[in-house]
């Protein structure tokens, strides 16, 4: 969308027009320039140089020579990356928990939507609407704060109701097998609530007339909701599936690394986290950075691809 | 058959009340659980079975995290940096976006796409770090506010609402003779006082949460945020967590516990953001409405 903006921007501007006549108008618009300057030159900072610093995936850094002088070492660091042991585990890491989440964490706030819009009492689907936002605003450290005391094998209340129930207490924040619940669980409570605003919102646009012809047909309330509803916000629902194809391989880094134990490093290792812990925790930078920089441009590559899928088949496109 | 049809869907509703407030309850009770767990006191909480209400009551908790003098500074550097990453991304998105929401700019398109690239492709935190190592300012406060001045989110939302305002205001305002400054500090910002409001929340919240500078470019321990802390206690807690309960190993004169403290602090962090929320919210489901369409 922002994209065909963008070119509908450009057709717009005179091509045409005579140099004298520009350099007016740039002129007349001085203070717009001088409103953007500190934005420019803050995005050339902390943007586009780092972008620039990725070359050094392509180098032998030396703290002395900096980024710019020091030499060239073509596709070692990719090639080292490739061949070690740790790039399977952590493709599939990566990819198994985005995986989960895109089967799991992506359907809830859909459902959610779908349910609370079925809900007739305004006062009481506001209350619930006002709690269901509220873990939006949360830090996943407070979360994973949350989550050590409910969990907790010493006092934590799941594990008392197990207890009580005559069942042994679980050590769930630190069992491997227990990973991959937790971190669905945790990003469904997180996240599904604040994510039925834009459905909640596609789904007002629907137009009760639909609903009245699919009840004339003779549709219940089920398959007007397969045949009715979710053909009207399957455009917003595309829109949002892009954006979770382009971020399948985050992977949602912050909840993952708060989250990781050493009990579970084998599976809990994703593509940033390892990242972070070779480039930052160990020092290689070249090395992490090589890494860094596979993920984005698969990153890119997969959101054009889920782009191109959309357009074709929900005729919905980010650009 | 009607009457079939009528008593389904009777069960539905009910149904759906009750997975509606058993949600609603999922969601808020873990907040209660540990509202309830700090004002306890950490020796009979781990005893387990406080689930409503506190059984011990006590402010301990409270007291001791604000006289411990770290939580104390690091909440003093996460108000510090709130209320500066507020004023000064607010002043410097809202002259972006003004400029670019005005069509007649010549090289606009271009702008534009300089400011969205960035949100598809980056360097890596790699180059970031060394960046902000060799500027220096992983060893200063500054961190935390000068690179996180702009977000692109932000900046739509705003040039959204800009973009709103009759642009007749402004071409009388000119023939006024009104500089840019004038128009957009005198016009366009009172004009848009619900979607600045709406920014300066998700700025203010975005800073208030924000542990990853803190715990990874930050090298300097005496200036984590808040956030920053709390993780790193966490990650104390986790490594000792399951060599055996502290709390049954403690002296019996202390009634509070690392974990008491550490729920106070929780809930520190957690209460500005609760209580204010609620009467935000129809501003922020505003504000993400329009980033997300135009997005």
Redesign the interface.
């Known amino acids: 969308?922002?994209g065909t903006?963008?070119i509908a921007?450009?057709a717009?501007?005179p091509a045409g027009k005579k140099r004298a006549d520009?350099r007016k108008?740039?002129w007349q618009?001085r203070?717009?320039?001088l409103?953007?300057l500190?934005?420019?030159i803050?995005?050339l900072?902390?943007?586009?140089?780092?972008?620039?610093?990725?070359t050094?995936a392509f180098k032998n850094y030396s703290y002395k020579l900096g980024?710019l002088n020091s030499p060239w070492a073509g596709l070692k660091h990719f090639r080292t990356f490739i061949y070690s042991p740790d790039f399977w585990r952590v493709i599939k890491n990566t990819l198994v928990i985005s995986g989960l989440k895109l089967l799991f964490s992506f359907p809830a706030p859909i459902l959610?939507a779908l349910?609370?819009n079925?809900?007739?009492a305004v006062r009481?689907?506001r209350?619930?609407q006002?709690?269901?936002?509220?873990?939006n605003?949360?830090?996943?450290?407070?979360v994973?704060?949350?989550?050590?005391?409910?969990f907790?094998p010493?006092?934590?209340?799941i594990n008392?109701l197990r207890?009580n129930a005559g069942l042994d207490s679980i050590?769930f924040?630190?069992s491997r097998e227990y990973f991959y619940p937790m971190v669905i669980l945790s990003d469904i409570?997180k996240n599904a609530?604040?994510g039925t605003?834009?459905y909640l919102?596609a789904l007002t646009s629907v137009s009760p007339e639909l609903y009245e012809a699919a009840a004339i047909d003779g549709a219940?309330?089920l398959k007007s909701t397969f045949y009715v509803t979710l053909p009207c916000i399957k455009g917003t629902i595309g829109?949002m599936f892009i954006n979770a194809v382009?971020g399948l391989l985050n992977a949602g880094f912050?909840q993952i690394?708060?989250l990781q134990?050493p009990d579970n490093q084998l599976i809990s290792d994703i593509l940033?986290t390892f990242?972070?812990k070779t480039?930052?925790s160990q020092g290689r930078?070249e090395y992490?950075?090589a890494i860094?920089?596979f993920?984005?441009v698969l990153s890119?590559g997969l959101?054009t691809l889920a782009n191109e899928v959309c357009k074709r088949t929900m005729e919905v496109s980010?650009f | 058959m009607i009457i079939h049809q009528t008593r389904s869907r009777k069960i539905f509703v009910v149904l759906n009340y009750i997975f509606m407030t058993l949600f609603a309850f999922v969601t808020f009770y873990p907040f209660w659980y540990v509202f309830i767990a700090s004002l306890n006191t950490g020796r009979d909480f781990a005893r387990g079975g406080v689930y409503l209400l506190p059984r011990a009551f006590t402010l301990e908790n409270y007291s001791l995290a604000f006289q411990n003098s770290q939580i104390f500074k690091s909440l003093t550097i996460s108000v510090g940096r709130t209320v500066l990453g507020v004023i000064l991304g607010l002043f410097f998105t809202a002259l972006m976006a003004y400029a670019l929401c005005i069509k007649t700019l010549p090289g606009r398109a271009f702008f534009s796409f300089f400011f969205y690239f960035t949100t598809i492709f980056g360097g890596g935190m790699v180059p970031y770090y060394i960046l902000l190592r060799d500027l220096g300012l992983n060893k200063s406060f500054w961190l935390y506010v000068i690179p996180s001045i702009y977000n692109f989110f932000n900046f739509l939302i705003m040039r959204t609402s800009f973009a709103a305002v009759p642009l007749e205001i402004r071409e009388s305002a000119q023939l006024d003779g009104a500089s840019e400054p004038r128009i957009l500090f005198q016009l366009y910002v009172p004009l848009s006082t619900a979607i600045l409001a709406t920014v300066a929340l998700f700025i203010g919240v975005g800073h208030w949460n924000d542990w990853f500078t803190g715990a990874y470019y930050q090298s300097r321990v005496d200036l984590y945020p808040a956030a920053t802390l709390l993780q790193k206690l966490l990650n104390e807690a986790s490594s000792t967590i399951k060599t055996g309960q502290e709390t049954a190993s403690t002296g019996a004169l202390q009634s509070y516990t690392s974990q008491s403290l550490q729920m106070a602090f929780v809930m520190i962090l957690t209460m500005p953001i609760v209580v204010v929320y609620p009467f935000l919210q129809k501003y922020y489901v505003k504000g993400v409405m329009i980033g997300s369409i135009k997005g």
């Not at chain 1, 900072?45 to 972008?51: A, D, E, I, L």
């Not at chain 1, 010493?154 to 209340?157: D, E, I, L, M, S």
């Open positions: 969308m922002l903006a963008l921007q450009a717009g501007t520009l108008r740039i618009h203070w717009l320039y409103f953007i500190p934005c420019v803050w995005l900072v902390f943007c586009y140089y780092p972008m620039y610093g990725a050094l980024i959610l349910l609370l079925e809900v007739q009481f689907k209350v619930v006002t709690f269901s936002y509220l873990p605003f949360v830090s996943w450290v407070v994973v704060s949350l989550m050590n005391v409910i907790s010493y006092g934590g209340v008392d207890k050590f924040m630190g409570w609530g604040w605003i834009i919102s219940g309330r829109i382009g912050d690394l708060l134990q940033d990242v972070l480039g930052l930078f992490a950075t860094g920089l993920k984005s890119l959101m980010i």
